[in-house]
């Protein structure tokens, strides 16, 4: 029987449920705990092969629980190679499972049981069970090294299942047990398997071969199973290339070629786990048409709502081909609200290859109930959540008796959360970043994940799993942080001290003379091509550059090759193009860019929409005013316009090892477990730090206000060359280092100050804040991101205790192969007074002339 809270709780969790479901997984926002640690997974859906006693059943295997005798433990040692002992959790319902947790049995110091190694196998019906194995083919995970210490393994691929079995896996003979948590969403799709023909070979000139293949399928060849089509990946415009590091060209894509069918069409057939209301199918397609590659022609779909025939009547879509854009995009096929439980859909080939990456299903969820049948048209549909088990024996009376005091439950509820946590805290950021501050973005700031800060959010953010999306409200009281008004001395774009005298009094950051110490940005509104909402304008600048003109050259645009789309916003996309004979003739003679400039060179080009409104136009040229201003070493330049006829366009430098988070994690240590010396040499990582600081320097010394300064926004060229830059949070890969509240931002929270997150204040202190936690990411080689132990909202929770500074705040661990002085600067960054922050200016000349750093 249902508790008169739980009964509450399922009552809200049905009012909230819309009736379209959306049903496109984000792997980086379906993280969620489902149940094992919190209890909400009930004692008799968890099951083991066996138990040691009475004290270590299934039900103690909660992870950081200690209850019983502090986890599941099988009956007898377990043996190499003997895979019999598992521990089994049944959810009821399918869920998309992206991450993992094992623990050991600590006991309160008891016990030093652990499973130092462990296998994953699923089930959707119980019946077939399926090995995990990663996208390289190895199925075993490495486990817990001590008894109490928690352990997260990200599943890539992530599962998709109803059962999951937790494996122990040793090398000798030994005692184990086991504590375990699944972190996932529910699989709002229904969708159980699909049969396709194989994936083919494509051999490029040169003799490049693409594999595409279903390398993840779960299946039996090809049919019964799931994979990459269902993975939340969606495939880059280069098909050749992929979102994962080692693995093969075409990684992404399962493709076909024309030839190989009898009827120009490739058939695929979609089973789900009972009828339903479809609305639509959107499928992920490749349309490299200059390589033989393009979206489908045409879609015919089938439906069958049983075992038997499938119905005489098929749905037809024709397309109208892209031979302009060779962008990847979802292609959204409408199913007219068809009811079945299967569809056969025949994708009619348009040139020679045919490449999809991901297909996703809509489908009403008031339409269909618990047991799967058609609904009767006389009675109310029920609305059908997988999450929820009810014993429904008593539940008629139960929740009558509970109708008279919902509302008073609600308003209490409303009244705590209207006044408790959020209200002091993420919502004046929130506010703060997005209400007023339109800001100028000085590289590739866009993808279509990016936000508009005044109006609506981009098209696949509206597509996204609202479901599970954090939502906070805006405090009724909300006041504006205040502004402070100051001018700036004369100072010509570029020209900054270089001195680090010792006995100079120390330049405090963002300060000029009349200046208040870490004076926050006055900001001038700019929409922008994508409404990227990183670097704050002082308005004194602009005021300094309003009257001159653009300080660069206008570039020819046929001279420009397109070869890849970087990112996509409301106003523009991002490209990267090529360019023969390089930029000599368009670039300043003491400007030095990422290589040969007589060779071909790559660029990053941003362009505005023809149709953008005269807001959007007139903001872009402001932004291409002052980046042209901008010139500095370390800060990604601006090299030519193409403002003479639409669209506009501006370009930048492109560096050619990508940004430093992922350079970074590409180097091998020797060993994970000790400080050990990867291919790039602490003298390297000095020498990254300190151009990094250099940068900021440049920019405090103009009252700039990054607010997003991380590893990912730094730029690698030749030599270690580093461009601070800001399209991070445009990046798909990036997608889980920022918090979103559903309508309003995504913070890079656990790059945050505390004053930027309870206050809503981003002055150059918090961008020295940043820099601390930047600095740590650089010497942990970016294995790991901040406060990896801690939930979004713990780190929020953290940032509370800097607040109060009664020693309970939890800092950055030193990385083990970081000097103490390194460390000790981490820390100076991390100050609760900003006021005792050091400058940027300090930074920089402590990085440079330290010996022991």
Known sequence: ????????????????????????????????????????????????????????????????????????????????????????????????????????????????????????????????????????????????????????????????????????????????????????????????SYSAPAGQQLALPGGTVIYLNDSIYDGYSMTEGLGQLTDGISGLDDFSQTHEYHVWPGYDYVGWRNESTTNGYVEIVFEFDRIRNFTTMKVHCNNMFAKGVKIFKEVQCHFRSDANEWEPNAISSVLVLDDVNPSARFVTVPLLHHMASAIKCQFYFADTWMMFSEITFQSDAAMYNNSGALPDSSVTPTTYDPTLKVDDSNTRILIGCLVAIIFILVAIIV??????????????????????????????????????????????????????????????????????????????????????????????????????????????????????????????????????????????????????????????????CEVEGGMEQFVEKDFVPDGNTSQPALLAVKMLRADANKNARNDFLKEIKIMSRLKDPNIIRLLAVCITDDPLCMITEYMENGDLNQFLSRQEPQSSSECSTPSVSYANLKLIATQIASGMKYLSSLNFVHRDLATRNCLVGKNYTIKIADFGMSRNLYSGDYYRIQGRAVLPIRWMS?????????????????????????????????????????????????????????????????????????LSCWRRDTKNRPSFQEIHCLLQEATTL
């Not at 990183?534 to 308005?539: G, K």
């Open 754 to 826: 505390w004053e930027s997150i309870l206050l809503g204040k981003f002055t150059t202190a918090s961008d020295v804040w940043a820099f601390g936690v930047t600095l740590w990411e650089t010497f942990t080689f970016c294995r790991e991101q901040p406060y990896s132990q801690l939930s979004d909202e713990q780190v929020i929770e953290n940032t509370g205790e800097f607040f109060r500074d009664q020693g309970r705040q939890t800092y950055l661990p030193q990385p083990p192969c970081c000097p103490d002085p390194v460390y000790k600067l981490m």
């Open 1 to 192: 029987m249902l508790t008169p809270p739980q009964t509450l709780i399922a009552l809200l969790i049905l009012l909230a449920i819309p009736s379209a479901v959306k049903t496109q997984v984000n792997p980086a926002v379906c993280r969620y705990p489902l149940g094992m640690s919190g209890g909400h997974i009930p004692d008799e859906d968890i099951t083991a092969s066996s138990q040691w006693s009475e004290s270590t059943a299934a039900k103690y295997g909660r992870l950081g629980s200690e209850e019983g005798d502090g986890a599941w433990c099988p009956e007898i040692p377990v043996e190499p190679d003997d895979l019999k002992e598992f521990l089994e959790i049944d959810l009821h319902a399918l869920h998309f499972i992206t991450l993992v947790g094992t623990q050991g049995r600590h006991a309160g110091g008891h016990g030093n049981e652990f499973a130092p190694m462990y296998k994953i196998n699923y089930s959707r019906d119980g019946t077939r069970w399926i090995s995990w194995r990663n996208r390289h083919g190895k199925q075993v995970l490495d486990g817990n090294t001590n008894p109490y210490d928690i352990v997260l393994k990200d599943l890539e691929p992530p599962i998709i299942g109803r059962f999951i079995r937790f494996i122990p896996v040793t090398d000798h003979s030994t005692n184990v047990c086991l504590r375990v948590e699944l972190y996932g969403c529910v699989w709002l799709d229904g969708l159980v």
């Open 415 to 576: 009244i705590i959360l209207w006044r408790q946590f959020w209200q002091k805290m993420l919502e004046k950021a929130s506010r703060r970043m997005l209400d007023d501050e339109m800001t100028v973005s000085l590289s590739l700031p866009s993808e279509s994940s990016m936000f508009n800060h005044n109006r609506s959010t981009s098209s696949s953010e509206r597509e996204s799993n609202s479901t599970y999306d954090r939502i906070f409200p805006l405090a009724a009281d909300y006041q504006e942080p205040s502004r402070l008004i100051r001018k700036l001395p004369e100072f010509t774009p570029g020209e900054q001290e270089t001195g680090c005298s010792a006995s100079a009094k120390p330049a405090q950051p963002g300060a000029a003379e009349g200046v208040p110490h870490y004076a926050e940005a006055d900001i001038v509104n700019l929409q922008g091509v994508t409404g990227s909402n990183t670097y704050s304008v002082p308005a004194i600048t602009m005021d300094l550059l309003s009257g001159k003109d653009v300080a660069v050259a206008e570039f020819p645009r046929k001279l420009l090759t397109f070869k890849e789309k970087l990112g996509e916003g409301q106003f523009g996309e991002v490209h990267l």
